[in-house]
């Protein structure tokens, strides 16, 4: 099947400070990627959907000044958290879309990212 | 926009009970209908899917049933192991439109043995 990685696995930081998570699907292209946030004993919810060469599409509630996205290649989108704060401290998961020739699953996910803010 | 409503939230079944989970949504156009498994700090995991041509589909002691006019779906485990037990997620999306996923609030499945 298609593997999505996610760097870092977790991070601590300093209240202020910004913080970059990269996704990368390692063996497709993937057009779309999609970030997810999710709080302890919630649900995923989704941020915003990266298309490779464009802006990203934020969800309503969504800071797109804080949560920046940027969707260089067909193999990598990054978001970073600038001036992040202690209510950003979350679990944020990426996923892939799909080639259509791919079986299985739609999208793709990457095995997430522990961000903590101190 | 697509609105997903889950239940039940928790459900503690006895190892080798059935144990049944149900998702609304709101937009007619949706068309895949994918069930993910979340074990604590790990990512999703896809267990079955379904698009809207088809009304169940079945592996093993997983199954999934589609009511396209209703607009709900099940998901339904057989012969419960404890190893069953995680958070469990339906999602929605319009399947090769390229949308995301949208997620149900999940159900905390418990299976004791």
């Known amino acids: 099947g298609a593997v999505v990685s996610q760097h870092p696995s977790w991070v601590i930081c300093k209240s202020g400070t910004s913080v970059k998570i990269e996704c990368r699907s390692l063996?497709?292209?993937?057009?779309?990627m999609f970030w997810y946030r999710q709080f302890p004993k919630q649900s995923l919810m989704l941020m915003a959907t990266?298309?490779?060469?464009?802006?990203?599409?934020?969800e309503q509630g969504v800071e797109k000044d804080k949560f920046l996205i940027n969707h260089a290649s067909l193999t990598l989108s990054t978001l970073t958290v600038t001036s992040a704060h202690p209510e950003d401290s979350s679990f944020y998961i990426c996923?892939?879309?799909?080639?259509?020739?791919?079986?299985?699953?739609?999208?793709?996910f990457g095995p997430g990212t522990r961000l903590t803010v101190l | 926009g697509e609105n997903v409503e889950q239940h039940p939230s928790t459900l503690s079944v006895q190892e080798g009970d059935s144990a049944v989970i149900k998702c609304t949504y709101s937009?007619?156009?949706?068309?895949?209908f994918p069930w993910y498994k979340q074990e604590l700090g790990k990512r999703p995991q896809l267990i079955i899917d379904?698009?809207?041509?088809?009304g169940e589909k079945k592996d093993q002691r997983i199954a999934v049933t589609l009511n396209k006019t209703a607009k709900h779906f099940s998901l339904h485990i057989t012969e419960t192991q404890p190893e069953d037990s995680a958070v469990y997620f339906c999602?929605?999306?319009?399947?090769?439109?390229?949308?995301?996923?949208?997620f149900g609030k999940g159900t905390t499945l418990s299976v004791s043995s």
């Open positions: 996923s892939a879309l799909a080639p259509l020739l791919l079986a299985g699953a739609e999208q793709f």
């Open positions: 379904i698009r809207s041509n088809v």
């Open positions: 999602a929605v999306s319009e399947g090769q439109a390229g949308t995301a996923l949208i």
């Open positions: 063996d497709f292209q993937a057009t779309t």
């Open positions: 990266s298309n490779e060469g464009s802006k990203a599409t934020y």
């Open positions: 937009d007619s156009a949706s068309n895949y």
